[in-house]
């Protein structure tokens, strides 16, 4: 099955950005979206973005919206998430997730319970 692995993560200053990338190994045969989620510490984990495979529609959370963009490459094996005028808000562990089509519940990206494969998280910290 599909294997996630991010990177790109580290810390950085209100203001910076930062690239995350995800790249999505072994079979992507069946994966219906991908997308990033981010959990703090004491808080329960978010979508972030998602974007799916046929079409490329993409979705983003409210609190991130005009600043992160979701986007993948032509291969469809490869997903980012460019983070800009980050805010130490932002600090968190960072997740690529994907919903296999035949997998699970199939509701898409945007839940939890909908995510079928996680990677291992990467740390995105932002100072003030």
């Known amino acids: 099955q599909v294997q996630l692995v991010e990177s790109g993560g580290g810390s950085v200053q209100a203001g910076d950005s930062l690239r995350l990338s995800c790249e999505a190994s072994?079979?992507?045969?069946?994966?219906?979206?991908m997308g990033w989620f981010r959990q703090s510490p004491g808080k329960e984990r978010e979508r972030v973005a998602d974007i799916y495979s046929n079409g490329g529609i993409t979705h983003y959370a409210d609190s991130v919206k005009g600043r992160f963009t979701i986007s993948q490459n032509n291969a469809k094996n490869t997903v980012y998430l460019q983070m800009n005028s980050l805010k130490p808000e932002d600090t968190a562990m960072y997740y690529c997730?994907?919903?296999?089509?035949?997998?699970?519940?199939?509701?898409?990206?945007?839940?939890?319970?909908?995510?079928?494969?996680w990677g291992q998280g990467t740390q995105v910290t932002v100072s003030s």
């Open positions: 997730a994907a919903d296999v089509k035949f997998v699970g519940s199939n509701v898409g990206c945007g839940v939890v319970a909908g995510i079928d494969r």
């Open positions: 072994g079979s992507t045969y069946g994966v219906n979206c």
